[in-house]
């Protein structure tokens, strides 16, 4: 049945006149379809261009199971349960009902609504403005989806104001539990076939065990996770402990509130709020000068690198007493209202957290501070891989059928679909299956269709300022500003600091002023992400083009197909962080066993990261294009052959002027592409 789907004349190519058969796409269609009906576990790393999305979602839809489909982003959800799905639905005319599950900070929040009407006055002019609108919106939509509303910034500090979290919800003590946009939603996707959800809130409902995917996960059979290379970050953030001073400062604020609007004169809510937000900030002044500077700090013993011990365990002290006194007051008074109720449950268990970052650190997890706005305490186990074995995947299989399959048996177990992009630089996909836990699993690698030699060049700059050359980021500006300039824009440059982002957008805006270009250049942190990413993919229409500095998210994820981007520009070899506490715990555990942290995990972490950023370059058939990667250690050091072993066969420009030549000649087929569209 999938075979005859993906054939030449089949139900896609009968949908889509431009649809052309591929044989990777098939393959993995395949391979699924088998793991679905054999209940294993596959894991399969399918390269840009194969149309892994369709060979996923073709088998689920015709596999007449249950399935929770997961993806990395809301945006990639989105696109699934917007596009992707209802496409092949009306396709293979299947009868499937699908819903689209995001976590409480997706979904406007009535009760919370209510409360920001009486809070409003605290906001500024903008924040009051933006809070009309939600209000506006909020009596005609159905969803209660944020996303649904134009405009809106996912960074707004009026979001917080309008949704709830799982420590201030009130559940079914609510007022508005009938009309509540997140049950509403749990409920819709307790009823379908196909629920798509994404990896933070798998984890989340995993480790809380109260909420819908929680109650969906033993009645689904497959379970797809797409973009799967993020998994273990996700789950990391939910297996662990996290605690912010953020958190206590909320919870006074919310407390006040509560006592003078359902239990006033019946405790002092000021002083007792104002008590624990005063030993809340005395705790940030005992990180010293951490405030001064973020980052994360180690925590291997009592307090947090470089801070003073007494003053830590005294500050943290006065914390727990501050909040002890207000859960009391709270807890006193619970029978009031259930704000009171969800409150004093809501201070006992930051109490315990706070207890717990109080006591050493568990073998075989790590704990951090990290110094932002804030102060946030951190616990995290390693990875995920003893979660997921012990809480999820099936036993191995005992036999296997004559292609070495899994054999089918009475009482299959739970079907496991793992797929990305890049997953791995080994055939064993080792980087990706050691660290969720999957050995043992089916392992499949499709490679792109696309003709890399003929569509892309790889450059690396080999007389450049060294990586820790303060001149190093300045030399970046200005090979992008003479290569953008030939381009006209069309250029992505990707770093590994968010300090680089400043550096290079600084010195790029003003060689470009010097050469009197008028192209613009964007800089992540300065736009929202969204805006960023429209803006970037415009530049080579009317608005003139551009050039976006960015890092982080934008190394994954962010496709521009076609003109819009001919050039990627990678400032260094993306090795993990230094002094990162996660970071050494695993080098130091790797060690401990005898093996080689640097080409285990260092080099293992640098060769995904570059496979990725690189991976923005040709996302088409037609698309050509460079990677410059300037950092000279790619091609003098003896590791730089495993990393270019990572990337795509691109041929390799060996100096300046075949760099310009390949600038040149690109520039050419773009003006000549545009003249032709022109007189059409």
């Given amino acids: 049945m999938v075979e005859s789907v993906f054939s030449v004349d089949g139900v896609l190519a009968r949908a889509d006149p431009y649809y052309q058969p591929r044989e990777g796409q098939l393959a993995m269609a395949q391979a699924v379809a088998h793991a679905m009906g054999a209940g294993e576990v596959l894991v399969a790393e399918a390269g840009t261009g194969v149309g892994k999305t369709y060979a996923y979602l073709v088998p689920a839809l015709l596999s007449g199971e249950r399935v929770l489909l997961s993806t990395a ?291 075989g997890s790590v704990r951090w501070l990290d110094v932002g706005g804030g102060l946030r305490l951190v616990e995290s186990p390693l990875d995920i891989a003893d979660a997921m074995r012990t809480r999820f995947l099936p036993q191995p299989q005992e036999s296997v059928d004559d292609d070495g399959w899994p054999a089918t048996r009475e009482g299959l177990g739970r079907a496991w679909i793992f797929t990305s992009a890049t997953l791995g630089h080994d055939a064993e996909l080792s980087w990706f299956v050691k660290r969720c836990g999957l050995e043992g699993a089916r392992i499949l690698r499709v490679p792109s269709p696309f003709d890399y030699a003929a569509q892309a060049a790889m450059y690396v700059p080999e007389d450049f300022p060294s990586p820790s050359d303060p001149r190093h980021g300045s030399a970046v500006a200005a090979l992008v500003a003479n290569a953008a300039m030939s381009l006209g824009g069309r250029t992505l440059v990707l770093t590994t600091t968010l300090r680089a982002i400043a550096v290079i957008a600084q010195v790029l805006r003003q060689q470009l002023a010097q050469l009197g270009s008028s192209l613009e250049v964007l800089a992540q942190g300065e736009w929202p992400k969204l805006r960023l990413m429209e803006r970037f993919r415009a530049g080579a229409g009317p608005q003139g083009g551009c050039i976006l500095v960015a890092s982080a998210s934008f190394w994954e994820g962010f496709d521009v197909p076609g003109d819009a981007l001919q050039l990627v520009v990678i400032d260094k070899l993306p090795f993990p962080p230094p002094g990162d506490p996660l970071v050494e715990a695993r080098t130091l555990q790797i060690e401990q066993s005898g093996g080689s942290a640097f080409k285990e995990y260092a080099l293992a972490e640098a060769a995904l990261a570059l496979k990725q950023g690189a991976g923005r370059l040709i996302r088409h058939e037609s698309d050509r294009g460079v990677l410059v990667v300037c950092d000279s250690r790619l091609v003098r050091m003896g590791y730089g052959k495993r990393l270019i072993a990572a990337l795509p066969p691109m041929r390799r420009l060996s100096g300046a002027e075949e760099f310009h030549a390949a600038l040149e000649d690109l520039a050419s087929v773009t003006r000549t592409s545009t003249t032709d569209q022109t007189f059409l």
Wanted: proline share 4%; glycine share 8%; hydrophobic share 45%.
């Fill in 73 to 363: 982003t809301k945006a990639l959800q989105d696109q699934l349960f917007s596009r992707d799905i209802p496409r092949l639905v009306q396709a293979l005319e299947v009868p499937v009902r699908v819903a689209l599950l995001k976590g409480r900070s997706s979904y406007l929040c009535l009760h919370r609504l209510g409360m920001a009407r009486h809070a409003v006055g605290e906001g500024s002019p903008q924040q009051i403005r933006v809070l009309a609108k939600i209000e506006e919106w909020s009596r005609s939509t159905r969803s209660g989806d944020l996303s649904e509303l134009t405009g809106l910034d996912d960074r707004s500090p009026v979001i917080p104001w309008v949704t709830s979290t799982r420590e201030n919800c009130l559940g079914s003590h609510c007022p508005n539990a009938k009309d509540c946009h997140v049950n509403q939603a749990r409920r819709q996707a307790m009823a379908a076939d196909l629920v798509v959800v994404n990896h933070h809130l798998f984890f989340a409902d995993m480790a809380v065990r109260e909420s819908g995917v929680a109650e969906l996960l033993p009645s689904v059979r497959v379970v797809v996770f797409d973009e799967a290379h993020q998994l273990s970050d996700a789950g990391l953030q939910f297996l662990g402990i996290q605690l912010s001073t953020g958190q206590f400062v909320e919870f006074a604020r919310d407390s006040l509130y509560a006592g003078l609007a359902h239990a006033r004169g019946y405790a002092d809510w000021p002083q007792l709020a104002a008590g624990l937000e005063g030993a809340v900030l005395r705790w940030r002044h005992a990180a010293g000068d951490g405030l001064a500077s973020s980052g994360k700090r180690g925590w291997a013993q009592g307090a947090p690198d470089g801070v003073f011990a007494p003053d830590w365990e005294a500050a943290m002290a006065a914390v727990l007493q501050a909040c002890g006194l207000l859960v009391q007051a709270l807890d006193a008074y619970h029978d009031i209202a259930p704000d009171i109720t969800r409150l004093a449950e809501r201070g006992t268990s930051l109490l315990a957290r706070l207890e717990r970052f109080g006591q050493p650190c568990p073998q």
